[in-house]
């Protein structure tokens, strides 16, 4: 008559193994990757009738924009909006040179 101590242990079941994915399922990854950038970089352009667009081709120009000039000419809602999309989205992309004009003002311009 066998007793406990003499039956044999069972060894504990091991963990199950990782799977490695299959070559089909990484190239679907591989293609799905340039999608999800196209859609990113389309989100990240700028609208061509945006007012940062009219704002840099006005300040493009020869003779550049003040900031009373952008503002009516534009439809900002303030001058202050003016001043702070220069100083953000448009100086994120261009180098804006300010000179003082005794005229005009402060009269912005973008390098070329």
Do not use: W
Request: net charge positive; glycine share 4%.
């Amino acid at each position: 008559m066998a007793t406990k101590t003499d039956e044999t242990k069972i060894a504990p079941a091991a963990a199950p193994k990782a799977i490695k994915p299959t070559k089909a399922k990484a190239k679907a990854k591989a293609k799905a990757k340039p999608k999800a950038k196209a859609k990113a970089a389309a989100k990240s352009a700028p609208k061509k009738d945006s007012l940062v667009d009219k704002l840099i081709a006005l300040m493009s120009s020869a003779k550049g924009c003040t900031n009373e000039e952008a503002f009516k000419t534009l439809g900002f809602k303030t001058a202050q909006s003016v001043r702070g999309t220069i100083n953000g989205p448009v100086k994120k992309r261009h180098k804006v040179v300010v000179e003082r004009d005794e005229k005009r003002g402060n009269v912005y311009r973008i390098k070329k």
